[in-house]
């Protein structure tokens, strides 16, 4: 992931990271930010799309009840060849149900500009980050070991009136570096 310019860090006491590019809807005929950040040397390809009941994090930072489903978009992201990211979705049905994001194409523009168009966009994000060992199923779709060093990445986004509308889990084979900056005068 590319680091924010200086130069482009905001105010007194707001942050950036190197996630804003992914948060933000694109204009009209733009790709995904992936597509633009990989330079076409990266890939998206989706293993999974539909309903399904979230595990326990993901419920919890949506604010669904127990049992409650969700709709998912499982992802394995790809750069020169080879897998470096799991990507995992998830929407309240009440966003996502009857939408392209519970359909199995490819959404021109990346998921965020459908959520703007449907009315959510982010204004803000909570960002959960812990570095652990990989499962057999992340180490077989990463191609590395059970229990190598992943560095995984919960991004819960708000709308302007506080609800979350979007989870996202990725699960990143290392190395990789995440930059938060913030500005203090």
């Keep these: 992931m590319k680091a924010p310019d200086h130069d482009s860090a905001p105010e007194t006491g707001e942050w950036t990271s190197s996630s804003t590019p ?18 076409g040397r990266g890939t998206q390809r989706l293993t999974e799309a539909g309903q399904v009941t979230p ?17 998912i978009r499982r992802r394995v992201i790809s750069l020169d060849g080879s897998p470096v ?28 500009t459908l959520l703007a168009s449907l009315g959510y966009t982010a204004t803000r994000v909570v960002e959960d980050i812990e570095a652990r060992g990989a499962t057999a199923s992340e180490s077989d ?3 590395i070991r059970t229990g190598e060093p992943v560095l995984t990445l919960l991004r819960t986004s708000f709308s302007a009136n506080g609800v979350p509308f979007e989870a996202a889990l990725m699960v990143m084979r290392g190395p990789h570096r995440m930059r938060y900056e913030m500005r203090v005068d």
């Design 141 to 143: 779709a990463l191609g």
């Design 22 to 39: 992914y948060l933000r809807p694109q204009q009209p005929g733009e790709p995904d930010a992936w597509t633009q950040e990989s330079a």
């Design 85 to 112: 990211e799991l990507a995992d979705s998830y929407y309240p049905e009440r966003v996502a149900a009857g939408t392209a994001l519970a359909g199995k194409a490819k959404i021109k523009g990346g998921a965020p």
């Design 55 to 71: 595990p326990a994090a993901i419920r919890d930072a949506l604010g669904l009840k127990d049992g409650e489903a969700a709709i």
